[in-house]
């Protein structure tokens, strides 16, 4: 079975597919001046471009890593938005947990798979 690779570079892909599935690297908010929510709403958006680059959309997700900077903060912050972008009766088996991002003003990553 053959491996698709999307904006690759030396270190990472964007996306990964093979054997009908999407693998995307954690996405970070483009502009990291807001709260979790405007973060939150920029990964989301991003998240959908990627899917669709790669051939889905996300009423195909199966898993979903989210990771934020202060879960206790955050949390339900981003829920919210989640909540509103989320397909609906396609929700995908899904972790959220706190983590030092890779700079202090990244609020929220997140990292899904989906099938094609």
């Known amino acids: 079975m053959s491996i698709t690779r999307h904006d690759s570079g030396a270190r990472m892909s964007r996306a990964v597919v093979h054997n009908g599935t999407v693998y995307l690297a954690g996405v970070i908010a483009t502009d990291r001046s807001g709260d979790i929510r405007a973060q939150t709403a920029d990964v989301l958006a991003r998240l959908d471009g990627f899917l669709t680059d790669a ?20 949390f339900s912050g981003m829920n919210e938005v989640w909540d509103a972008w989320v397909a609906a009766d396609a929700a995908p088996a899904r972790a959220t947990c706190q983590a030092r991002l890779a700079s202090p003003d990244l609020l929220v990553e997140i990292i899904v798979t989906a099938a094609l």
């Open 55 to 74: 051939g889905t959309d996300k009423s195909r997700l199966l898993s979903a890593q989210i990771w934020l900077k202060d879960i206790d903060r955050d």
